[in-house]
Structure formats: C-alpha cells, structure tokens
T-cell receptor, first 113, second 114 residues
Framework: GENVEQHPSTLSVQEGDSAVIKCTYS??????FPWYKQELGKRPQLIID?????GEKKDQRIAVTLNKTAKHFSLHITETQPEDSAVYFC????????????FGAGTILRVKS | DAGVTQSPTHLIKTRGQQVTLRCSPK?????VSWYQQALGQGPQFIFQ???????QRGNFPDRFSGHQFPNYSSELNVNALLLGDSALYLC?????????????FGQGTRLTVV
C-alpha cells in the first residue's frame, strides 16, 4: 500500500527565516497531495494542496512543489512567524478512489522570536 | 456553518469495554472518513463511508466497525478495547464530486483506555 515518509521530524527556525519540509510517497497512482497544520489540541487544517498535473502552487507565504518522477513533494514557508509554530503533516491520496489520505509522521515546526 | 462536529470530546474507558464515537459532517458533505491519531504520529485511515456503505478500509481489525446514517452522520464503534486503542479519533468529511478533493476534519475525540 501507499507509504509516505516525512522529514525532518522537528525543525527550529528563527522568525523571518524560511522553513522547508519534505515528503516522499511510494504509490505512483497518488494524484493529490495536501498539507495540514495541526496546533496543539486542535483539528488538522488544510493549508495548501497540489494535484499531480501541477508542479508548483503558491498561496502568500506558503508554497508546495511536486516532483512526480522522484515521487516527492515539499512545503515551503517563507518569512516565518511565531504563529506558524505547529505540527505539519503531508499526505497523499488518489482522489479518484475515495480520497483515502495516507499521512506522513509529521514535522514539529518551532519559530523562535 | 458548524463544520465537522464530533462527540464526545474526551472519553475514558476500561480494557474490554466497547465505545461509540459520533460524527456530524460539514453541511452538504456526504462522505465520512475516520482516522486514528496516536500521540506523536500522523493520522491513520480506519475506514470511509459513502451512501451508508463502507467504501474503503485501512489496516484495522474487525473490532473497529462503523455506520453511516441517511443524514450522512456517522458512528465509529470499537469493541473489546485494548490499551493500544488510546488515541485521538478524527472524523473527516468531504463531498463526493468529480474533481473534489478537500477533506475537513473535526476536532476529534480523545479516547483513553485504562
């Protein structure tokens, strides 16, 4: 079945710096790749997603890139702020088959002010 | 719009007991998926319900069962609870439409088995 690996497990950056989180997936049939942010004790919230027919997508300070050949995708956060501190999860799915999400293990991002 | 709501928010059960968790999907959504999130881990897919049928299932034993009602709400049942079943149980809803992908999560039910 699908497997998603996520790195690093923890990431500390200085406020204003950039943060990059990387994920690899195993199932070449995966065609949808969302990123979720989960603050302590709260629900996962979708922050950005990308489909397999697109190589890059940007939303203000957040961007995601996808390399289908290498089967990896990355989250880029620029100009980090303390409120970006949270756990970030990548996921992969095939939305044509019910969109069962397979998640990575998560990255704890700490933004130091 | 209330979004996805789950009840209860917290629950403590004893080993061997049975538990039922409930989920109301976001208004207009017809598909409900359940996930188990152990402490420090990513959510793991349990199963998905659409049109009152279990459509997909993850690698969970038969002790985990579910149901979807005509109003699209759903229940997750776990029998013969084990200590290892302690986790945050998340419900996610979505709309079954071509090209639609986004899943909205509820706040979860924190289950503790003692």
């Amino acid at each position: 079945g699908e497997n998603v690996e996520q790195h690093p497990s923890t990431l500390s950056v200085q406020e204003g710096d950039s943060a990059v989180i990387k994920c690899t997936y195993s199932d070449s049939a995966s065609n949808y790749f969302p990123w979720y942010k989960q603050e302590l004790g709260k629900r996962p919230q979708l922050i950005i997603d990308i489909r397999s027919n697109v190589g890059e997508k940007k939303d203000q300070r957040i961007a995601v890139t996808l390399n289908k050949t290498a089967k990896h995708f990355s989250l880029h956060i620029t100009e980090t702020q303390p409120e970006d501190s949270a756990v970030y999860f990548c996921a992969a799915s095939n939305w044509e088959y019910g969109n069962k999400l397979v998640f990575g293990a998560g990255t704890i991002l700490r933004v130091k002010s | 719009d209330a979004g996805v709501t789950q009840s209860p928010t917290h629950l403590i059960k004893t080993r061997g007991q049975q538990v039922t968790l409930r989920c109301s999907p976001k208004s207009g959504h017809d598909t409900v998926s359940w996930y188990q999130q152990a402490l420090g881990q990513g959510p793991q897919f349990i199963f998905q319900y659409y049109e009152e049928e279990e459509r997909q299932r993850g690698n969970f034993p038969d002790r985990f069962s579910g149901h979807q009602f005509p109003n699209y709400s759903s229940e997750l049942n776990v029998n013969a609870l084990l200590l290892g079943d302690s986790a945050l149980y998340l419900c996610a809803s979505s709309l079954e439409l071509q090209d639609n992908t986004e899943a909205f999560f509820g706040q979860g039910t924190r289950l503790t088995v003692v």
